[in-house]
């Protein structure tokens, strides 16, 4: 506003002075220059500015005028100012009253939108008496200019006295209004005032130059100022001083001065502005030295900098990073030599050939550069020494894993095979088999024992191929595969790759990354792979693939195919002892603090490896790795810290039945912690909230004192029915999960509902089944039941149970979901034990596939279900013919004391189970 105001004025000064006559006594002469210019262009009205402008008192008292409500800020007497209109008839109306002698009209602030009347997007437009301040400014327009025809015009006005809003006679556009103008506020000094309003006026001259020396811009405006004022007249400073207060008033703070008639208050409420503008002042000017500051250092920094730069290049010392770039490639290119593929080597020397002619500052310098970082970053050529000591490699993997001899003979044949040919080839190998078993931590000790890198990546819920098969240079921040990372990361091309969780790779709108996995585990391809990013051939044929799954059923047949599957069972009952004696409870210990391991010499120790793996049983059951005794309590540890095998084998009975150790491990650690706990607070001799209840005399855990870490027991019984034969229609069946094996009951029932009037036996063939199962599992119910009905009619036909009974089949434990066809013979013997009221013996399970025939089929995970038998107390179990071979393979110490009978029809399983 102040920049407007003086650009009005310093216009005003360049016209031509003339006699100090007001516009309306111009000679006819000049009225008649004037309408010619009207009639010629209206829109660019020559103003005539007499030297002297008459405002104030000199302007006329008109009762009504027209009314133009302003925005932002009022206009005091005195003060020029500028304004754009963009309503048309307000435009139009001005333009009316421009063509007059003389164009007055009153100027009155509105008030906020909130709460009076409705918010308009045009400012010249009101709807309501409310939004308009009372007091306002008697202005003149000085200048009147149309932007554009009919939405824009600016009004250059000059403000004359103030006046009070009585009335608004047209709300319009235009605004109509009565006035009713104030009379000339002479001051006239008071005693009581007289020093006050003095030393307000004193402060008010003072804050200003304090203004003026700290904001230069203020300064040059307040010296250009077009208002004068009178030091000795409260009411004139009072308006200048509110006047050139841009930043620190607000539109109600400024109406304010505007309204008050006090003197006193007048300065009073003059001063906070200006003392708003000199704290805005004050903190630009420290924003400004802050500014200041740091771009000197900077810039002092940058100048030394580019001199040590131009030094060093004089010198010799240093040269251009781009040339460093091209020399560390070269270098790094000759390292590899014939190594390098010669199809990547032309490719290597094409982009460095295009890259030492790009500038920096080009997009296409990083994309090369980047390009060529990953390139000379893949191993070309590059391989570990590979172990081929099958003694040092069976020590290697028997050191962290208990049992898993399947993985461990297929990595023994492996280096057999590289020690008789001098050169190994990748592999792909998959563990499957429930959570908790090792698979993944394997990986580490089959790296280890071949004396290779290792690197994991899982890509479980993977579903953009980009992270398999890289992106395509062309896009922003593109990088290659996950196997390209790799090889980068270790720096050898013959790595351990272990791609966890292959069984749950996902599939999304990026591609299918299963099918992109096909080139990278087939054998037949690997050796030329592409990657999007690289786009040359890489030899992947070298690499060691693992992979690891819970559900060979989720993995795509044609990425199955390229797998070598090795089956991880799980763990029986002795082999969870043993793993948790030798490897859980002393990882445990280490890592809580209580033990240490020995310092012993290293030649004794291997001698002493050697002598266990020479002396250990076939049967697999002997450890072959660290055992307890290798590891003392720390210091400070009380002697006799330690758990029990009755404790570890009420915690594998009680607690932890999966498959795999990993609950196991998590009740041992949550052992652990309370026993440092203990121990910490006897040593510091603090109160623990809850009473320690072990024995005064000893530290081990042992069964009478598990519960209180462990707390109660989550299995209370190995079977649902303990003793005695079992109710008619229950059998026991044997199952396998994505967590192990199991044993579950099959429980079926009979409704019998009343004959109808006539005697006639209502309801029969209506079979319900439920227990959460899956399709397969109810299509084997289905099964079951017409094959139970055909076989209860060849074994007594008399038996109509199943044409007057509705029968309810139910499995237990109704939570858990359950599928799979290996429940069908045991339905089909749970429906004839219901319709024949023979019970089934309380040692028997079954399992088996049951075709509509009556053929016994073959099922899987039969070492699974034969830990799960033994673990529930099974003394006899019925398994199709078919899985003879599978029972074959199973160790000794699990067959022991069992029963087996073999089935291929399900009259051998009746006359077994029911007969």
Known sequence: MIAASFLAVRSARRR???????????????????????????????????????????????????????????IFPGLITSITLTDPPTIKAMEELWNQDRAFLSCFLRRPTEGHGTVVEVPEIITDPLELYETGTLAEIQRFHKVDEETTATLTLLAHRRVDLLSIDEVGPPLRVNIKHWPRLEYAPQPDQDITIRALSNEIISTIRQIAQMNPLFRESLNLFPMRFDANDPFKLADFAASISASGGASADLQAVLAERDPEQRLHLALVLLNRELSVSQLQKEINQKVEEKMTETQRKYFLMEQLKSIKKELGMERDDKDALIEKYQKKLEEYGEKVPKEVNDVIQAEMEKFSTL??????????????????????????????????????????????????????????????????EGKILCLAGPPGTGKTSIGKSIAQALNREFYRFSVGGLSDVSEIKGHRRTYIGAMPGKVIQSLKTVGTSNPVILID???????????????????????????????????????????????????????????????????????????KVTIAENYLVPKSFKESGLMVEKEIDTTDELDSEEKKMDDSDQDGTNIKTTPLEKYVHAPGIPEGVAISREAIQSLVRWYAREAGVRNLAKYIDRITRKLALQIV????????????????????????????????????????????????????????????????????????????????????????????????????????????????????????????????????????????????????????????????????????????????????????????ARRAGITCVIMPQANQRDFDEIPEYLKEGLQVEYADDYQKVYDVALA
């Open 681 to 868: 607070a006897e040593q510091e001799g603090a109160v623990l909230r809850e009473k320690s209840k072990r024995k005064s005399n000893s530290w081990t855990i042992d069964e009478s004192n598990l519960v209180d870490y462990v707390g109660k027991q989550i299995f209370t019984s190995d079977r649902l029915y303990e003793d005695g034969p079992l109710p008619n229609g229950i059998v026991m069946g044997l199952a396998y999960t994505s967590m192990g094996g199991s044993a579950l009951y099959i429980e079926t029932q009979g409704i019998q509902r009343a004959p109808d009037a006539e005697g006639k036996p209502r309801g029969g063939g209506h079979v319900k089944v439920t227990g959460q199962l899956g399709d397969v599992m109810k299509e084997s119910a289905d099964i079951a039941y017409t094959v139970a009905r055909a076989r209860l009619h060849e074994i007594d036909p008399t038996n109509s149970f199943f044409d007057t009974a509705d029968i309810h089949l139910h499995v237990p434990e109704g939570a858990t979901p359950k599928d799979g066809p290996s429940a069908g013979i045991t339905m089909v013997t749970s429906l004839l034990s219901l319709a024949t009221a023979k019970p089934v013996r309380n040692d028997l399970a079954m399992t088996g596939e049951i075709s509509l025939t009556g053929k016994v089929l073959p099922v899987g995970g039969i070492r699974e279900k034969i830990m799960a």
């Open 359 to 424: 500038e920096k500052n080009s997009p296409e310098y990083q994309v090369t550069r980047s390009y060529l970082d990953w390139l000379l970053g893949v191993p070309w050529g590059v391989m570990s020494e590979e172990n081929f000591d099958l003694a040092k490699a069976r020590r290697v993997l028997d050191q962290d894993h208990y049992g898993l001899e399947d993985v461990k003979d297929a990595i023994l044949q492996f280096i057999a095979i590289g020690k008789l040919k001098g050169t190994v």
């Open 501 to 575: 969780e292959i069984d749950k790779l996902g599939s999304g709108f990026r591609g299918d990354p299963a099918s992109a996995l096909l080139e990278v585990l087939d054998p037949s391809q690997n050796s030329t792979f592409r990657d999007h990013f690289l786009d040359v051939p890489v030899d992947i044929s070298q690499v060691l693939f693992l992979c690891t799954a819970n559900e060979l059923d989720r993995i795509p047949g044609p990425l199955l195919d390229r797998m070598e599957v090795i089956r991880l069972p799980g763990y029986d009952f002795p082999e």
């Open 16 to 74: 031509p002075r003339v006699a100090p006559l007001p516009r309306w006594f111009s000679s006819s002469s000049s009225s008649s220059s004037d309408e010619n210019n009207n009639n010629n262009n209206n829109n660019n009205k020559v103003v005539v500015v007499p030297e002297k402008i008459p405002f104030g008192e000199a302007a006329p008292r008109m009762p009504h005028t027209l009314g133009l409500p302003l925005q932002t800020r009022p």
